[in-house]
């Protein structure tokens, strides 16, 4: 596999690059969007993009991007708040990372992002909830339950991984991040609770596993 990262803080970009090697990715590090003027993404499995650059804003280069590529892309950026979130995966982002993160969840989201282009995969659906992968929105007969990125981060995680265990700590380090380590205990209890209000007749799915986590159960 080979990786395109844009990134002008070296101290990340060598952390990556360093990481990754030892799972026989190899990353080609750029700093600015006039490196990359010339390059050809056809050479690339994946692209890693830095928002914030010098020469231009990520958001940009992606809207650019996607007028001829489908190739794969995770955003990196310090603002985590929603509006920027949406507005990078509307444009077309498959993933979404905020610094500081960590290398384990930047590889998980990386085999996250190639397992949905092997499968095809765009929407998982259980009887009549749907979840749209790439608005990151989820719905019930068409209508939209207005979850947040986390809520839906844990559905996705959940519906995966249907029938089976999830340690809450996997959970935790999956949607949270590098926020994990800060993360209040009772953070996924409560994020738990209000997915299962907002799922309705479905939030009966989600099950809890006294001192293990949290299960989405078929039956």
């Known amino acids: 596999m080979k990786i395109l990262m844009i990134e002008d803080d070296a101290t990340i970009a060598f952390a990556v690059k360093t990481y ?4 026989k990715i190899e990353t080609i590090i750029y700093s ?3 490196q990359v003027e010339d ?7 994946l692209i890693i993009l830095d928002v914030n650059l010098p020469d231009g804003s990520g958001f940009d280069f992606l809207k650019w991007l996607r007028e001829f590529s489908d190739l794969p892309l995770i955003m990196l950026t310090v603002k985590d708040e929603d509006k920027y979130v949406v507005k990078g995966l509307s ?7 905020t610094k500081p993160f960590s290398l384990p969840v930047l590889k998980a989201r990386i085999d996250n992002v190639f397992s949905r282009k092997i499968k095809k995969l ?19 007969d068409g209508k939209d339950l207005d979850l947040n990125l986390k809520e839906f981060a844990v559905l996705e995680m959940l519906l995966e991984n249907q029938d089976t265990n999830l340690l809450r700590e996997r959970i935790l380090d999956y949607v949270w991040g590098y926020d994990f380590y800060e993360v209040n205990d009772n953070t996924l209890s409560v994020t738990i609770k209000r997915l299962r209000s907002k799922l309705a007749d479905y939030g ?10 949290y299960r989405w159960d078929n039956e």
């Open 20 to 23: 990754l090697s030892k799972y």
């Open 32 to 34: 600015s969007f006039s």
């Open 39 to 45: 390059v050809n993404f056809n050479d690339f499995d």
């Open 91 to 97: 444009q077309g982002a498959d993933d979404y990372i």
């Open 122 to 140: 765009d929407e998982l659906t259980f009887k009549n909830l749907s979840l749209d992968l790439a608005s990151k929105q989820a719905s019930i």
């Open 204 to 213: 009966s799915h989600i099950k809890t596993i006294r001192g293990i986590g």
